[in-house]
């Protein structure tokens, strides 16, 4: 069976994977050698890399799992009252996926596992019931946690310490044979929903790498001279050994994808329950840059997946390969067909059957997020070239506590780890809601950046934090006086996260707002406030310098103001425009508009370096561009949030409309430690934020301590309106 994605064009020799020929086939220079050794030595000295100790445990933790669940079928398949026989030909069988499956796993990190058992062997009653009970009674599982509500049925916990996200999928099989192929299409016939979207993970994990060109051999006779190619180097010396080429294009995609990995994190967009990218999102983002440069080393794919990410034209979408249909009739991403898949504005289409949109979290705000971080990576990128910056440069850290005046905290707390570990889960999930909530409700003009990441106050372990940055919208003057009342947003958000079928006494929440200066202190290394916080951060070698205002927007020169408007607007005329046309490609048929780059120009190594770079400019912006330059989405972002599967769940999620809502629930607010209150002034009910260069600081609501019972004390409602006033100019004088 071969690669879905593997096209042969032109005189039927020459090969490539993906739904267009490659940009170039341009090899490594010395240069891109060297800094390729630097790249390896600073994702190891970052800690990406697990140990053999390390390695060995998490290859015995995956063979006793597979040792259980054999077991575990064994034992079911008894207890349905089947005969000695089918009992002994019983059997389950495990696959991993994910950054494990794909090699690019780090220290600690946890594994992605699917168990696929026979079709008798039910999710519910079966493995969330007895394959629990069994784990719970051994004494290598800990922190044990189910979630069979969720979108993805899953069941975490730790063996021998090595954390493990357990999947099941059964399958309509009755004996599960020891060489079962998951990525044959009549695997999925005749499975429930929940179990499709549980083999996904392994399909795509496998087609990703199928994806991906493994081995590329070149002569160094056939290439540009002037070009130096290696078999082999040593990470320490650097040193290359010449002559033919074995350029392991799976290696280079593994080590580029460790670098994007880190870098997402580090600059605080690695998350797709947030509405950022996940995982599998950057794996595929990464794949397609390697199908487009397969000679490249990491050194040269680095600055090429900034700089075809930052010209990419959203919502066409990112794919490695044609979009199959099947013959089981499964949804696919289709926007001509469905909706919904309109609204989609950053679309990243998984490669198996049934092919989807794996990044439908993300939103305007976030979308335009990722834009200036991949413009930023662009621009650092070029300067690395110029020996203007660095590795370090690349991944530094994002400023989050410095980046915005207001920030909204929301606390969570219960009575023991059991019930914060289910509630945190829980209110992680719905936290892309509120951010929805908000800019719906204020027809996008409070735009909401979140923190990734939860944070944990050592005095107070039973209690868990997240934040979310909030700005004006930079497009859009504020007007004198201009009102945001979202007291019933946050009440909705709050009822809802309440309405948690699970909810226990004790587990309870509270939105409050906090200035920049009155960050708690736990959230920063060491617990440590800085004591001259950065106020500068780099976003353009053209203007190197960042300024926070007083309403936590950022100034920046004419050139990177004209850039991130290009690029705002590009968002917003996603979300206004009211129609929709183009082609894109099929299971049986090729692009219409999208030209193999040998059609705009054939040289791809013979060139000399200035035809070299034509063509490659005319390469990305052939791809950049795509079939669907005409994919336009019908609606605004709240139809997103209406579309949304959990949001639509009123009955379960939400106790009833959330237009008539009622807070008059078992689990009242008046436990809430304080409503989220921007800028109060005193002898004022109201709540202010004021948007121009300069700005008073007022202070925060302060949070009431908390009773010695542990639930929080009764506080007066205060209203959450958001006013924004237009001031005079002046010199924004700290924060």
Known sequence: MGSPGLSNRNSGQQKWLGITEPISLIGPTKYDIVKTCELEKYLQDAGLYENKEEAVCREEVLGRLDQIVKIWVKTITRAKGFNEQVVQEANAKIFTFGSYRLGVHGSGADIDVLCVGPRYATRNEDFFGVLHKMLSKMPEVTELHPVPDAYVPVMGFKFNGVSMDLLYANLSLWVIPEDLDLSQESILQNTDEQSVRSLNGCRVTDQILNLVPNVQVLDINSVDKDRIFMSSFDVTSGFPIMGYISISELQNFRTTLRCMKLWAKRRGIYSNVAGFLGGINWALLVARICQLYPNALPNMSVPRFFRIYTEWHWPNPVMLCEIRYGCLGLRIWDPR?????????????????????????????TLRIMTEEFQRGHEICEDMEAKKADWDTLFENYPFFEAYKNYLQIGISAKNPDDLRNWKGWV??????????????????????????????????????????????????????ELFDIRQTLDEFKHSVNNYTQRKHGMDIF???????????????????????????????????????????????????????????????????????????????????????????????????????????????????????????????????????????????????????????????????????????????????????????????????????????????????????TLGKSADKGS
Do not use: W
């Not at 989807?356 to 993300?362: A, D, H, Q």
């Not at 107070?460 to 504020?478: D, N, T, W």
């Not at 060139?607 to 605004?636: C, M, W």
């Open 337 to 365: 067909r469905h909706r919904e898949d309109r609204n989609h504005l950053m679309p990243i289409i998984t490669p198996a059957y049934p092919c989807m949109n794996s990044s439908f979290n993300v939103s305007s705000s």
């Open 428 to 481: 992680n999930s719905r936290l892309r809601l509120l951010r929805l909530m908000i800019e719906g409700s204020t027809n996008g003009i409070l735009q909401c950046h979140p923190h990734p990441e939860d944070f944990s106050d050592k005095s107070r372990p039973l209690h868990r934090s997240y934040f979310m940055g909030v700005q004006h919208k930079q497009e859009v003057p504020a007007k004198e006086g």
């Open 511 to 725: 939105i409050t707002h906090v200035k920049r200066r009155n960050i708690p202190v736990f959230v920063f290394p060491g617990g440590v406030r800085p004591n001259c916080p950065s106020r500068v951060t780099r976003v353009s070698n053209r203007s190197s310098e960042l300024r926070i205002s007083g309403h936590g927007q950022a100034e920046l020169g004419d050139n990177n103001d004209r850039k991130r408007k290009q690029a705002e607007d590009s968002v917003d005329a996603l979300r206004i425009s009211k129609s929709f046309s183009g082609e894109y490609p099929s299971g049986n048929r090729n692009s219409g508009k999208e030209k193999s780059i040998s059609e705009i120009n054939p040289l791809l190594t013979t060139t000399g370096a200035s035809s070299s770079k034509q063509a490659e400019k005319l390469g990305i912006e052939n791809i950049t561009r795509g079939p669907y330059d005409a994919h336009q989405v019908f609606s605004e972002e709240p139809d997103e949030l209406e579309n949304d599967l959990e949001y639509r769940n009123k009955d379960k999620d939400f106790g009833g409309n959330m237009k008539n809502i009622s807070l008059n629930s078992p689990y009242s607010e008046s436990k809430v430690a304080a409503e989220p209150v921007f800028s109060q002034k005193e002898n004022s009910s109201s709540t202010h934020i004021y948007s121009n260069e300069s700005l008073e600081e007022l202070e925060p609501a302060e949070l009431t301590p908390p009773l010695s019972s542990g639930n929080y004390a009764p506080v007066p409602q205060r209203k959450s309106i958001f006013r924004f006033t």
